[in-house]
């Protein structure tokens, strides 16, 4: 009997898991407020917008579940379902903002199913990158929030912070749980045929400091309207090709992201260095689908070798002599698809991790918006890590560049 009921179990995790696994992305980055006039949610409406990115996903990650106390009808939400969410701790120049989401934070970790529901508590994003914190303090912060949640018998979420890559360094990394980098090649100006080369260059460079600690993918994504970043070209096309590319080599990897982002969002800036802050969707400002359905296929799919670097995927086949893998002899250079000419219909996509601002926090989150908007834009360079001197100074550059909206 116990080996039958271990057989069942089993049998239906796998199922749980292959259920998951055929959902397009691992999680989206998402706002809850209203996507049009930037209203704070409602149970009601959290709910219709999970309805829509059911077929996507089922995990978004939020950026502060104090800024229009949008963390509340989001658990309320999620209540009796399968959602997870990352649940973020927005962190400014000094510490009011965090401790009144690590307070908010704690009262509803009284009202809800923390274990079931949350999969991650997120401490500040990209707060070393905007030089409001350093390292230390961001880690001091992590380890603050560990402990208190520690003390409410969850203790087996995990803790970490969300940062541009030149922001990681050691320090960050001993704190967290995990790490969680931010990176997006339209914001170093990259053709996108370099694009798929120049992300997974900056992963493998993250996991060279990370040890034995898993690297996730904060946020990337591609938006598919605007102005161009030097030889970023933002085009419902170039998102699709970006799309397909990373996200396949992404499950060859193994490596967890988040889409940046579920929706269109109008209510967000648009004085940035380049005006793309309200399409980076993957559905539009009707919450329709952007990309033609499907909206990538990952069959037959070969990564690109990276220079300097070989794919871990390519390393582990040459490390246990598969050298009779079939995906390396097949050619998918045409990785932008024949059906491009049909991506201006509508698709279906999600995750949106942009700008969390409100108008209702305090001047310390303040810059919620801007942040969030420029999550995706350009990283500055944060001293105490130990990346490329090239990689650094073009990040530097781009910093300038976009240093309007930050």
């Known amino acids: 009997m ?28 998402y706002n809850a407020k209203q996507i049009k006039t930037g209203d704070c949610p409602t149970v009601d409406s959290v709910r219709d917008d999970l309805k829509v990115l059911e077929d996507f996903t089922k995990e978004v990650r939020i950026y502060s579940v104090n800024d229009c106390k949008q963390g509340e009808p989001i658990l309320r939400a999620m209540e009796n379902t399968d959602w997870k969410v990352q649940l973020g701790l927005w962190v400014g120049k000094d510490d009011s903002s965090y401790e009144a989401d690590k307070k908010e ?61 030149p922001s990681i360094d050691k320090t960050i990394v001993d704190a ?8 997006f090649p339209f914001w170093e100006g ?38 161009n970043y030097g030889d970023s070209a933002p085009t419902l096309q170039n998102e699709k090709q970006y799309m397909k590319e990373f996200i396949c080599r992404a ?15 109008a209510w967000k800036p648009t004085t ?16 329709k689908p952007k990309i033609t359905l499907p909206m990538y296929n990952c069959k037959g799919f070969v990564p690109n070798g990276t220079p300097g670097e070989e794919s871990q995927s390519e390393s582990e086949s040459q490390s246990n002599d598969e050298g009779d893998d079939s995906a390396n002899d097949s050619s998918d250079a045409d990785e932008s698809d024949a059906d491009g000419k049909n991506d201006d219909d509508a698709s279906d996509g999600l995750l949106d991790l942009e700008s969390e601002s409100s108008d209702d926090q305090s001047d310390d989150t303040s810059g919620l918006e801007s942040e969030e908007t420029e999550t995706s834009g350009a990283m500055s360079v944060t001293g105490g890590n130990v990346l490329s001197t090239a990689a650094a100074i073009a990040f530097s550059a781009a910093a300038l560049a976009a240093s309007s909206f930050v």
Do not use: C
């Not at 499950?251 to 969002?265: G, P, T």
């Open 105 to 165: 934070l704690l009262r509803l970790a009284g009202l809800f199913d923390f274990k079931k529901q949350v999969s991650a508590v997120i401490v500040g994003n990209e707060a070393v990158y905007r030089e409001e914190q350093t390292q230390a303090q961001i880690a001091a912060k992590v380890k603050d929030t560990k402990s208190a949640l520690t003390k409410l018998g969850l203790g087996s979420i995990p803790v970490t912070t969300s940062e541009t890559w």
């Open 251 to 265: 499950n060859l990897e193994n490596i967890r992201y988040v889409w940046f982002s579920a929706f269109d969002e």
């Open 272 to 287: 940035n260095a380049s005006d793309v802050e309200t399409h980076w969707g993957i559905l539009d400002g009707d919450k």
């Open 2 to 29: 116990k080996f039958t009921l271990t057989l069942a179990a089993m049998a239906a995790a796998s199922a749980t898991a292959m259920a998951a696994d055929s959902l397009p992305f691992h999680a989206l980055s």
């Open 190 to 227: 990259v053709p996108i045929e370099g694009a798929q080369d120049k992300m997974f260059q900056h992963i493998y460079d993250i996991k060279k400091i990370a040890g034995t600690k898993e690297v996730v993918v904060g946020e990337t994504g591609w938006p598919s309207d605007g102005g």
């Open 176 to 183: 967290v749980d995990y790490v969680n980098m931010h990176a």
